[in-house]
């Protein structure tokens, strides 16, 4: 038990550690209550890679997502640590494929780009999942756990006084939306899922408009 939770305090990157203290002490009781979870997605040292590919000052725009995937393609998990993101060599699953599909539609690009949306981090986009885990071919298994690391971690971004961009899809990212404070940008619509896609998301343009309030912010819009 010991060793499982040092590893998940080597895991919270000192950035975030310094800036919000509490999320520590709630990673290690996350932590132990999965101690017996044979088959976690994403893996163990995954789990706060949206921390890890940014610092507190570095993030520019949150895209809240609700779980990781639970499953894999060609022998390797889906799940890597980023909301909606996959490794390379794994085909997007169907949320993905819309996203991209509106993500051609409203700026031109995205038809060459691969599931692997990592470099969108590079530019200070944190991709952000709701729960930080699940169970092997079970969606929202570890909800419940990880809601006060969400609302903790949350709660400090929507104060923050430097304006950020949230982009929320879907009823679930949308209940956060009250932690948001006024200075910052809301981007909502319809969840990006088959389901619900076409009830609202395809045609809602988030990545023109999320760089085009940037630019108004003074910053580099992203390279999508």
Known sequence: MRNALMMIKENIPIPWQQ???ALQMI???????????VDVRPARGLWYQALRSLSPNQ???VILGQDPYHGEDNGIQQAHGLAFSVPDGVRPPPSLKNILIELQ????CGASITGNLSHWTKQGVMLLNVSL??????????KKLWAPFAFTL???LGKQTRPIVFILWGADAQKFKSLIAPQHL???????????????FFGSKPFSRCNAALVNLGRLPIDW
Request: hydrophobic share 35%; no cysteine; net charge negative.
């Open 133 to 142: 885990t699940t169970r092997r071919g079970v969606a929202g298994a570890h």
């Open 27 to 37: 990673a290690n009781e996350v932590s132990e209550q999965l101690l017996s979870e």
């Open 105 to 108: 539609s409203d700026t031109g």
């Open 19 to 21: 800036a919000l203290p």
């Open 186 to 200: 809301v981007i909502e619509s319809a969840h990006p899922s088959p389901l619900s896609s076409y009830r609202g």
């Open 59 to 61: 993030v520019n725009v």
């Open 154 to 156: 949350l709660s400090y």
